[in-house]
């Protein structure tokens, strides 16, 4: 009986998807701008650039330039994308357990994004072929109505994690036990805890220190190791 709901965002909490938007904005001429930065832009203006590079992008994307972008950024993921190292065992060890339902969601932005996902989790020896659920979350769609529908009274703990203001909202709003925010991801500490509310206590600057946590609630929780 898998009686634990764990809900791993993709973008940002699980890849460096800076460093893969910044080699496909390299390839095409176009600048995307400093990370500091672009965490802290507004989300339509993650995929554009900020004040400084937008007028520049706009000059520099042709028409069938701007045709190739999701294409190209395509190829990067599944030529370049891997999960950060500390989460590989850990996500391996979540799959394994014989009492966790574990999967991805992410609003990726990539062709066919199930695919490029899986293929990004094969590239980094995640055993894809075995996890529970890949969701992905299409324009226009609420994760809140996705969480939701997920979260069952079958089981005993629901925890999520993810690396913006509105994965916190909707998880916070379809009331999952546990949340985890990354800080290195789409927003910044300070993004998350002044415009998005977010808890200090809940918010990690690295891949390890969320790790950690994580592992550390499962074992009080009995249901990992």
């Given amino acids: 009986m898998k009686e634990t709901l764990i809900v791993l965002d993709f973008d940002g909490l699980l890849v460096n998807s800076y460093a893969l938007l910044k080699s496909t904005f390299d390839k095409l001429g176009l600048d995307i701008g400093e ?5 802290n832009r507004r989300k339509f203006l993650k995929y554009i650039g900020g004040g400084r ?3 520049g992008n706009l000059v520099n994307i042709s028409i069938p330039k701007k045709s190739l972008i999701r294409e190209q950024l395509t190829d990067t993921y599944n030529n370049e994308g891997k999960v950060f190292p500390e989460f590989v065992e ?6 394994d357990a014989p009492n966790i339902h574990v999967g991805i969601i992410s609003r990726n932005f990539t062709h066919h994004p199930g695919k490029t996902i899986r293929q990004v989790l094969k590239n980094s020896k ?3 072929s075995s996890i529970d659920f890949v969701i992905p979350v299409s324009v226009g769609v609420k994760k809140m109505n996705v969480l939701e529908g997920m979260k069952s009274s079958a089981y005993k703990h629901c925890l999520f994690a993810a690396d913006e203001i509105g994965d916190y909202k909707a998880a916070h709003e379809t009331d999952y036990e546990h949340i985890f925010m990354a800080s290195y991801g789409f927003d910044t500490r300070e993004r998350l805890m002044h415009k998005g509310e977010v808890p200090e206590g809940i918010i990690f600057d690295s891949p390890r220190k ?3 946590r994580m592992n550390k609630t499962l074992m009080k929780l009995n249901q990992l190791f």
């Fill in 126 to 128: 995640i055993n894809e």
């Fill in 90 to 95: 850990f996500t391996n060890e979540l799959i």
């Fill in 53 to 55: 590079e937008i007028i």
């Fill in 210 to 212: 969320l790790v950690k």
């Fill in 35 to 39: 990370q500091q930065r672009f965490q």
